[in-house]
Structure formats: structure tokens, C-alpha cells
């Protein structure tokens, strides 16, 4: 089965393409025969991650207000709930959830002829939907931003230099040629991603992309308004939650320029914290001049999660896929344990430790 991968090595406008030149030509025939998959009515259902981020409500949607646009039946699933501040997305109400209406989710794939799976690399990534997406017959589209994609799809454009997933689908209508599809309802969706995977454009930019944000803008896309829905529609709670992380629960490791913040099972119970609730808490580490690495490990019912940011050159993503089952992206990676809190705030002390002490003996 042909599949096509976006790597970053070759420039070839739009995209980034690690190819040769035979490559690229059965690269662009495959692409013609998803044109033509596309070019009547389909029903299809796009999915997404565990736990979606802006990045995959952002990447879902978009695809699914094109996707509406050109007369499919479209459907949307994410294996659990989104956070409360993407509500004001058009039409993400529409959006099933397999942990509330599992059956109904499981309608959505076996009546589908096409199946999108956004911003995320492999099917453990959507537990039990994955599942059911393996068992499908239906052709399958992988759009992903991640490293090491899994060999599921029929499709398949994967670019690890991506800014995000919704940089991707920007690109994927583009190679389509219908740029000029993309109104303000879809550039808001693709704009909601692109600002929440950059830290607010302060990661994972390139020139490429900043051409992107502009013709969004051109089209009406007010970024502004966006991140006034997106970052000022907090509760209280969160702000209590926020000072109680940084006064009570927040540790710096001066020897290894390494910032750590921690919450208990109590915690979430105290702070009543809800998904999306600590959504960019390890960030407000690295606004500190001599942190280059932050940690927010936080504990869960049966788990224990990480999530690892870094600066410049430093990768979180070894980190995270050597010590801890997981990976990502070179400045922004998870992970997680099955050890309880204190054992993994141990083990990852001690995982920074050999990491600064291996950069020395080099």
C-alpha cells in the first residue's frame, strides 16, 4: 500500500518533503487519488485524541466545516471531552464523545467510507476508538504533526516541522486546490490551533507559517477576539489553582536549570479540576530565566501524567519516550507512570540528573 510522508528535509512547495524526485511523483499521484476519493458525497468521520487540546479541536473542525462545504455527511469524535474555553467554536456541540455515547461513536465509524484521524500518530492514542478504527474497512486519512507515525492509514501527511496539525490541514486544502474554500468559520478553527500548539507564536514558528496566520487574517479572522475566547474566560477556581501551584506546589532544581510543579489526587479534588483546567500551568516555569526544562506531573485515579517543556536546543521528547512511555515534539513532549506521585517525581529527578550528567561527559 503507497502511502506519502511529509519529514522535513526538502523543500517543495507548500510542503516540507523528504523525497526524491521518484518519490514526490507517486506522491502526487496518490494525492490525486485522494482528490478523486473526495470529489462525490461521502460519509465521513473525523476523529481526534484523548484529552484534544486546541490543535484538535482546531483540526477537527476545520475539516469538518470544508469537508460540510463540499457536500459530505461528516461526522466528529474525540475519545473524551474537550475543554470548556473551545466552546464558543461553531458547531463543536456537534462533536460526539466515546466515554458519554460509545454506541453512537461506534455508529460514526462503521457507516463511515472515510475516516480522518487528526493531531495524533497512532491508534492507542484514542484507546477504544482505535479499536474501532482498526476494524474498519473504511479508507483511511492521517493528518499529524508527531513523530514516528504508526502505518495505519491510506493517507498519510505527516510533518514533524509543523507548527501543528491545523498548520497541516491549511496545507492539505491548499494541495487540494481549494484555497479559496477557506472562510472565516474555517480559518478561526485552523487560527485556534495554530495559536494554542505555539504557546501564542512563541514556538514552533517558521516563516511559512506566519504567511499562514496572514492570510487567515486577510480572510477575517480576528486573532484578538480569538485569544481574548480562548485565554480570558477563566474562573476563579483557575486562578486559585494557579497561585496555590506556584506558592505550594512549585520546586526549582537550580543545578540541573530545571523547574517542577506537582498536584495530588486531593488537589483536583480541592480545586474541583476539570479537564483542561491546567491547560498551560507548566509554561509559567520556563518564564523563569534560569529554568531551560519545566515539569508539570500531576496524578490521576490510576496514572500519574507528565507534561515536559524545554527551550532552545533541549529535548524533552527523549525524556519523555526514554523514561516515561510517551513523546512529542522536541520542546513540548508527555509522558506517564504507573508508579504514584512521589516514586515519579523521584524517577524524573533522577532521569534529569543522568540527562545533565551525560551532556557534561559529551
Known sequence: MLKFLIWGIIILHPFVIFFELKNFIEY??????????LSSPKTITLTTHRNPDGDAMGSMLGVFHFLKRQNHRVFMIAPSEYPENFEWMMSIQECLIWDISPEECQSAISNADIIFALDYNGLDRVDKLGEAIKKSDAQKVLIDHHLFPEDFAD??????????????????????????????????????????????FKHATSPKLFRIVADLVEIGVDGNAIQDKIFNSLKEKHLRLLGHCLHNRMEILEEYHTGLIWLTKGDYEKFDIQRGDTEGIVNYLLSLKQVKIAAFIHEQPKITKLSLRSKGDISVQQIASKYFRGGGHKNASGGAS????????????????????KELSN
Open 338 to 357: 504507573f508508579i504514584g506521585l512521589e516514586p515519579t517525581i523521584r524517577k524524573f529527578k533522577e532521569a534529569i540528573a543522568e540527562t545533565f550528567n
Open 155 to 200: 493517507f498519510m501527511l505527516s510533518d514533524t516541522t509543523a507548527s501543528s496539525t491545523c498548520e497541516l490541514v491549511y496545507d492539505f486544502i491548499e494541495l487540494l486546490g481549494m484555497k479559496n474554500k477557506i472562510d472565516p468559520i474555517i480559518g478561526d478553527c485552523l487560527y485556534t490551533g495554530i495559536l494554542t500548539d505555539t504557546g501564542s
Open 28 to 37: 502526487m499521484d496518490r494525492l490525486q487519488e485522494l482528490k478523486e476519493l
